[in-house]
DNA sequence: TTGTACGCGTTATCAA
DNA sequence: TTGATAACGCGTACAA
């Protein structure tokens, strides 16, 4: 009874095999007999060898078989947001076809902890909200040399990314309010920068934040002068509070959020101002997630393919993996009108 | 300019020093001095070398820095309950002491893609929810030589578990029931097995789920005759169709829902049939998470420690692989009384 | 503080 | 169908 375990070398001096065909036997690259075979098989029952180690075949083959999804906020927070979960969901399932498994990965800037970015054994990596402190993420993983995917965010130079037609899809929410009448319109945008910052944003502000530029660039095409208000994340809280913020300083005939949930919060809001929605104000989301607790509401929002986003992504993976081109990164939202917009209320 | 990546054997010849002393510069275990130091990270710059091959050194060392964690289910069906979330949050917490990551794995009985639970490069594994199918991944793990912690399940044999005092728990529920003076009561249960099948739960049901069925003792401690309707997940969906079926059925005075979700789905399946919450009929539900759309009724439940039993198997999982031995690892529900539990109508 | 030498466990290649 | 050989890239005793 050995202290160490034991290893194909172990197996082949047991079996009376060369250690390249004990190897073969377990990996079923080359066809063997069916005698030596079994001999292999018995030799490892016999010295508890489980396969071989991966850490040993992932060295030689110069792949792991994982890929690295990297965050830049909190797991907790990320998966409360239902377009992510749904998003690991079709990611899951896109580099299925590489075989390959999921890495949680997380870069805050400050962490130092292992594995990092810079050391996880990763073929491949995906970065989800590519926010300003991204880029970083990004050099590190393009420094060594290993195949990135950006989903919703810009990358900049030829790194593909996962997009959706942001600005077109807001815009179609907006020219419907315009078709209904309004034009005192409010925005509710996404956070525009890695601080998460709430607040009033200057016509001239800058935004890191690719997914709230576009989409902010969409309503403005038909709302030019609308006033713009930044929540610190995608949650109903949130929503509530930038409400708060709106109802307490105008009486605008409509409020479009970035999001779902966003909007959720600001119908919230309303309400508790003694607003109805939508007899005194519309409000539109962005996502067409299920958000529970909107009842009897039905949001009128764009519907983005959340599932399928994640899939793309990963598939997009696979493709650079085998040295493909990927390609079917583009993805289109759908409108779907609700029962949270209406005509204005008469002045 | 070579088609191949600089290993650090490169970056010491370009630097003049030995491998070992390069080694040692990016590692940083023994001091070098600054002239050294400088030279071989200059050398590093020049080559591009940007740190060492990750699957190299873990294969050296032997360990990856990788904690697997292991899902019976769709990662989307699972992420989808925030009990879920949280405790991944509390996991990723958990393990950072450690310094590792974590590696999503699903173990379906049925995939054979790779990395598996057979050949991933993890020092550890947390196995979530140990349905009978997950002892057969305990067993891989175990032969593999891995440690292991399951959350909420039985694996037999000194594997250390992270555990609810669900029975303790759901029995209070049950007092709280039987208190206010209700003795018809139904019991919605989580699913009974790993085919999820739904329906009237028989008297001598054989219940593959430990969580389900420490539910259901402890609720049958105090109604031994209750009938158990088993639902096929955890949802609200899935708690509105077990609903229905029972208000079709029958009238009981009171519903004892294993989760919120399904709480939240058996409250909406009350008030379809016209039932009042809870003049009607009294739910309970277990969990304690926020369930977004009950308002204004709020949930009596127990509050489980979602957070913290991730966290506590994470810290588990720390603990085995510096060879201590685990603490920490009972937790306790709180009973929190809400609005949908009161007298029973007169009949 | 630096260098030498070797092993970690596997698998690709090629020849037999 | 099998076997010999040579990396894969690194970390670390141990000696200098």
Same mark, same amino acid.
């Given at each position: 009874?050995?202290?160490?375990?034991?290893?194909?070398?172990?197996?082949?001096?047991?079996?009376?095999?060369?250690?390249?065909?004990?190897?073969?036997?377990?990996?079923?690259?080359?066809?063997?007999?069916?005698?030596?075979?079994?001999?292999?098989?018995?030799?490892?029952?016999?010295?508890?060898?489980?396969?071989?180690?991966?850490?040993?075949?992932?060295?030689?083959?110069?792949?792991?078989?994982?890929?690295?999804?990297?965050?830049?906020?909190?797991?907790?927070?990320?998966?409360?947001?239902?377009?992510?979960?749904?998003?690991?969901?079709?990611?899951?399932?896109?580099?299925? $076809?590489?075989?390959?498994? #999921?890495?949680?990965?997380?870069?805050? *800037? =400050?962490? !130092?902890?292992?594995?990092? +970015?810079?050391? %996880?054994?990763?073929?491949?990596?995906?970065?989800?909200?590519?926010?300003?402190?991204?880029?970083?993420?990004?050099?590190?993983?393009?420094?060594?040399?290993?195949?990135?995917?950006?989903?919703?965010?810009?990358?900049?130079?030829?790194?593909?990314?996962?997009?959706?037609?942001?600005?077109?899809?807001?815009?179609?929410?907006?020219?419907?309010?315009?078709?209904?009448?309004?034009?005192?319109?409010?925005?509710?945008?996404?956070?525009?920068?890695?601080? $998460?910052?709430?607040?009033? #944003?200057?016509?001239?502000?800058?935004? *890191? =934040?690719? !997914?709230?530029?576009?989409? +902010?660039?969409? %309503?403005?095409?038909?709302?030019?002068?609308?006033?713009?208000?930044?929540?610190?994340?995608?949650?109903?809280?949130?929503?509530?509070?930038?409400?708060?913020?709106?109802?307490?300083?105008?009486?605008?005939?409509?409020?479009?959020?970035?999001?779902?949930?966003?909007?959720?919060?600001?119908?919230?809001?309303?309400?508790?101002?003694?607003?109805?929605?939508?007899?005194?104000?519309?409000?539109?989301?962005?996502?067409?997630?299920?958000?529970?607790?909107?009842?009897?509401?039905?949001?009128?929002?764009?519907?983005?393919?959340?599932?399928?986003?994640?899939?793309?992504?990963?598939?997009?993976? %696979?493709?650079?993996?085998?040295?493909?081109?990927?390609?079917?990164?583009?993805?289109?939202?759908?409108?779907?009108?609700?029962?949270?917009?209406?005509?204005?209320?008469?002045?």
């Amino acid at each position: 009874m050995s202290t160490r375990r034991a290893t194909i070398n172990d197996v082949a001096r047991e079996a009376g095999v060369s250690p390249s065909t004990a190897s073969v036997v377990f990996s079923g690259k080359t066809p063997t007999s069916e005698a030596t075979r079994a001999r292999v098989l018995a030799a490892a029952e016999s010295l508890g060898y489980t396969g071989p180690d991966p850490r040993a075949a992932s060295l030689r083959r110069g792949r792991s078989g994982i890929v690295g999804v990297v965050f830049d906020q909190h797991l907790g927070t990320a998966f409360l947001d239902p377009v992510t979960t749904h998003m690991m969901d079709g990611l899951a399932d896109g580099v299925s $076809r590489l075989g390959a498994a #999921l890495l949680l990965l997380r870069d805050d *800037g =400050v962490t !130092v902890s292992e594995p990092s +970015l810079h050391t %996880a054994p990763i073929d491949a990596a995906v970065l989800i909200g590519c926010s300003p402190r991204m880029r970083d993420s990004l050099e590190i993983v393009r420094g060594r040399g290993i195949p990135v995917v950006v989903v919703e965010g810009d990358a900049g130079d030829g790194i593909p990314r996962v997009l959706l037609d942001n600005a077109d899809a807001q815009r179609a929410a907006a020219r419907h309010l315009a078709d209904l009448g309004h034009d005192d319109v409010v925005i509710v945008t996404l956070p525009v920068d890695t601080g $998460r910052r709430r607040g009033w #944003l200057a016509a001239d502000a800058v935004i *890191g =934040v690719d !997914v709230t530029a576009d989409r +902010l660039r969409g %309503a403005r095409e038909v709302f030019p002068d609308a006033p713009a208000l930044a929540a610190a994340t995608s949650s109903i809280d949130e929503g509530a509070i930038a409400g708060r913020t709106i109802f307490a300083e105008r009486r605008p005939t409509a409020v479009l959020a970035q999001s779902d949930l966003l909007a959720a919060g600001v119908i919230r809001a309303a309400e508790e101002a003694g607003l109805r929605v939508p007899q005194d104000v519309s409000v539109t989301g962005f996502d067409g997630v299920v958000v529970d607790g909107l009842a009897p509401h039905v949001l009128t929002t764009l519907v983005q393919p959340a599932t399928a986003k994640g899939r793309a992504a990963g598939e997009a993976v %696979a493709a650079m993996l085998e040295e493909t081109v990927p390609s079917g990164l583009d993805l289109e939202c759908t409108f779907r009108a609700g029962t949270t917009t209406g005509p204005p209320r008469s002045t």
